[in-house]
């Protein structure tokens, strides 16, 4: 089976770099974002409540990581959906490839393009004097972290669209993903969100990763926050390939 | 090779995906290559080849990119991925267009690389429905002479198709179904043998009472369905036999006859009288009887 997950993994990496329009929106919304955060919303740092941080944007970037994650999530699931809709997954089904192996094959392509996010996104905020205050060790721990979630988002992307097998109901999904994120610790601390969003948020499993993320840039390289974010998000993962392989089953029932 | 025939609804696609294990039957069974499509569904994929309605291939890739990606899938060694590529590309005639992505091929170049790609792992069964829907004359026939070629190399090809000459040219058996149901099956001479008889077509110069026209070929003949003005279809008793009597009779009723026609049963006659209806498209069967040139 193995060989059969690295071949659909390249085909889905070729085919992500073939397509700007796949890749960029992952990199070009969320450094938008992050510049406007960082330019306008900088005051907040006074506020009370928020922790002490040497730079806002050391605070602001694990918020552009888990955000370009997330859209590498749904970039995977519209994929996925324009495959179904144009019949591809069907050779692919028809083959003696184990089916587990069309969800794997795409949930690698997931985690290498996380990786490339995480990368271009640490650059990105040391380019512009973000510090890394838990050295080496930390960009080990953000990649970790970084990719686990984003393997997870992309299964959840994956299960979306085997369930929607639709690319526009997919898409559809695009500003749910920004609801879910706000309602997070991405952004702001908890301290500073109002009832009932800091009472979601300190459930919604976007906000242990954020911290996970955050914690070995913004403050040090301490465990527990790291743990609790990759427990989140390797839940995440399990659960959305266990989900994606019933949706599969599913839908080659009901089809 | 088995001709599955049938109008649009009737099944054919649905049966397909059942066979080739992407649909999941809700009763009875069905068995291909020797095993169980529902229980031993990895068993029949390892030995069916598959190409569907509608070449599903990727666009941003290379059709060698595609060729090698589907031998991976099924399990071909990869040394000899490359080998095994590069020879089927060469056999459908894409050798000159391998390198380039698939989204610059035109229909027919398509079709032959959906074909190559279902027979790179050397199926003992090969699944094409409806190959050559869209094509032009030239695809279509270079298509035919492949699968022919398929057929003569031993492989069980199950075709679908809307076009009756397609079945009738290549087909060894054929099944007719209608409703989700097989109405009928055997050889194609078998099949129209048992239709039997030919028919006349006539049009007349006046489709005004065309009712009266059809009272008077009744006393003479099987009447048909016509579907256009002015045209009327009679199944004859005694062959050409018939004719002179039908044109004395129409003559003394006032009908003046523009056009006949005597034709011998077709699969198309074998399929209005199995299904009380002509199938659709098969008035754009391709006409020429010329030898599909090689590949």
Redesign the interface.
Known sequence: MR??VV??AR?AL??AF??PQFLAPLVVFPSLFLAINVGGLGATRSLEGFPQVDGFLDYQLSAAILQSLLLGGVSAGIAVAL?IE???F?????????RV?LVLGRVLAASVIAAVQVVYFLILGLAFGATIQGGVLGVLCVLLVGVVAGTGFGALGVLIALRARSASTVQGIFPLVFVVLFISSAFFPLELLSSPADVIARYNPLSFIADAIRQPIAFSNSLWPVLEGLLAATVLTGASIGLSLLALRGR??D? | MYGFLGPNGAGKTTTV?ML?????PTGGHARVAGFDVASQA?KV??R?G?A?Q?A???P??TGS?LI???A????IA?RSVRARGAELIERVGLSGAAGR?VGTYSGGMRRRLDLA?ALIHWPEVLFLDEPTTGLDPTSRLTLWAEVRRLRDEGTTVFLTTQYLEEADQLTDRIGIIADGRIVAEGTPASLKAEVGRPHLDLVLADGSDLAAAREVVARHGDRRPSTEDCHLSIGLQRGAADIAPILRALDDAGFEVAELELKQPTLDDVFLDKTGEHLEGASDDVETEAEPAAV
């Open positions: 060989p059969a071949a659909l085909r070729v085919n073939r397509k495959d144009g019949g591809f069907d050779r692919l089904a028809a083959s003696p490839t184990p192996a080659l029932r089809a | 995906r080739v294990t992407l649909l999941r990895s994929r390892r069916i598959v569907l509608e599903a291939l990727d941003l890739m990119e090698e990606l589907q991976t899938l099924h399990g990869p992505r790609m």
